[in-house]
């Protein structure tokens, strides 16, 4: 794993609409209506793939479903929350998050 950037926390938020929002350039891939996280979807896909090339050079399919694990741990019902650079680097590393 090469890092492009230093590792930092990634800020997660929603609008009064309750729509889902990140601090970081976002990634559609999958979702037609954008990101989201707490479970596993395509919203959630999204936002791992949004955070793993934020950070990473061409980051593997293991590095991003490792995140992927991290985001749909993320409190679904969570109006605001922040994942840790440290969570983001032990994700990335293998260990269990």
Known sequence: MRLIRELRPVRLWRDRSGRAHADIPLVS??????????????GPSDLAISI??????????????????LVARVPIDAREYVIDARELERALAGATV
Request: proline letters at 6%; zero cysteines; hydrophobic letters at 35%.
């Open 52 to 69: 793993a090339v934020h950070f990473v050079e061409r980051p593997t399919t293991v590095e991003i479903a490792r995140i992927k694990e």
């Open 29 to 42: 891939v999958h979702s037609p209506t954008g990101i989201e996280w707490g479970y596993r979807g395509s």
